[in-house]
Nanobody
């Protein structure tokens, strides 16, 4: 059974940093492209970043480029999102997902999300 569990969310001041993790179990983690999405209150879910199976290629939404870094550790079955220079508009529930194509990335399996709140 495919399972994705996010962690690392919380409350942070603008300009601060957070590192999200997504632990995968029940399947071959390295066989999937992985990605992050987010959904702000009252808005649609939006793509944040994706990473190739070996982790050698990444793709970012323009809104986070230069501030966020996606990475993965296939030996630990874990996906990461390092978020720096956070802004209040980054406030959202962040979801990790597994898919087949880096861009446009579409999640086939989803976690339940972790809330990130950035205060001004």
């Amino acid at each position: 059974q495919v399972q994705l569990v996010e962690s690392g969310g919380g409350l942070v001041q603008a300009g601060g940093s957070l590192r999200l993790s997504c632990a995968a179990s029940g399947w071959i983690f390295s066989s999937y492209v992985m990605g992050w999405f987010r959904q702000a209150p009252g808005k649609e879910r939006e793509f944040v970043a994706s990473i190739s199976r070996p982790g050698s290629s990444t793709y970012y939404a323009d809104s986070v480029k230069g501030r966020f870094t996606i990475s993965r550790d296939n030996a630990k079955n874990t996906l990461y999102l390092q978020m720096n220079s956070l802004k209040p508009e980054d406030t959202a529930v962040y979801y990790c997902a597994a898919g087949s194509i880096m861009y446009p990335f579409r999640g086939e399996y989803w976690g339940k999300g972790t809330l990130v709140t950035v205060s001004s």
